[in-house]
């Protein structure tokens, strides 16, 4: 048996597509949100860049009783509520010492938890639509260390993490999308 999720997987597909969903439009509105912010580090833009790692962990809580209740267990995910909840805290500490900071602590949460993703999607893929989880955890873990890197570079800017989140929310669309067609059999 699958660790990850149960032989009865009827309800964590459904679960997952709905999740998936929210997790895209949310991705989308914040990204937009923080494009607009520019590269303030106000209240507005410090909040911004707080809500996304918790939204994060609570989409995994979420996912982690849908796991639970198609009689499987989650692993990956509990790994992502720490990594994610970390993310909160350092983002946090980060956000007081600039930009370069909150980046290269957004970078160490990408590549984590790109990794984790990359896990549980290909843990996941008798699910249907989990390849788009997979090249998204790929993705992320790319980026967060180019967020990283671009931390130390002379116009250090927040707005490609609006990006990397809009893209990160396509990716959820398409495997939400994937996992319809496999539940239809198409």
């Known amino acids: 048996m699958d660790t990850l999720v149960s032989d009865r997987p009827t309800a ?3 679960t997952l597509r709905k999740l998936y969903f ?16 520019g590269d303030a580090l106000g209240p507005a833009g410090v909040t911004l860049l707080l809500v ?9 809580i979420v996912d982690i009783r849908s796991a639970r209740a198609g009689g499987g267990t989650a692993p ?3 790994v992502n509520v720490a990594i994610s909840s970390l993310a909160v805290v350092g ?5 007081a010492s600039g930009i370069p900071a909150v980046l290269r602590v957004w970078g160490i949460w990408a ?4 990794v984790v993703q990359l896990v549980a999607g290909a843990t996941r893929r008798r699910l249907g639509g989990q390849w788009a989880m997979i090249v998204s955890g790929a993705i992320s873990t ?3 260390a180019s967020f990283f890197a671009q ?11 609006a990006g990397y989140a809009f893209l990160g929310g396509v990716f959820f669309l398409v495997s939400a999308l994937r996992m319809n067609r496999a539940r239809d059999g198409r």
């Open 12 to 14: 964590v597909p459904v």
């Open 22 to 37: 929210l997790r895209f439009a949310f991705a989308a509105v914040w990204a937009g949100l923080l494009f607009a912010a």
């Open 142 to 144: 790319v980026a967060g």
């Open 52 to 60: 996304y790692p918790l939204f994060d962990v609570g989409a995994a």
């Open 91 to 95: 983002l946090a500490v980060a956000a």
């Open 76 to 78: 990956a995910l509990y």
């Open 111 to 114: 590549v984590t938890a790109g």
């Open 151 to 161: 931390a130390g570079g002379d116009d250090p800017s927040l707005r490609g993490l």
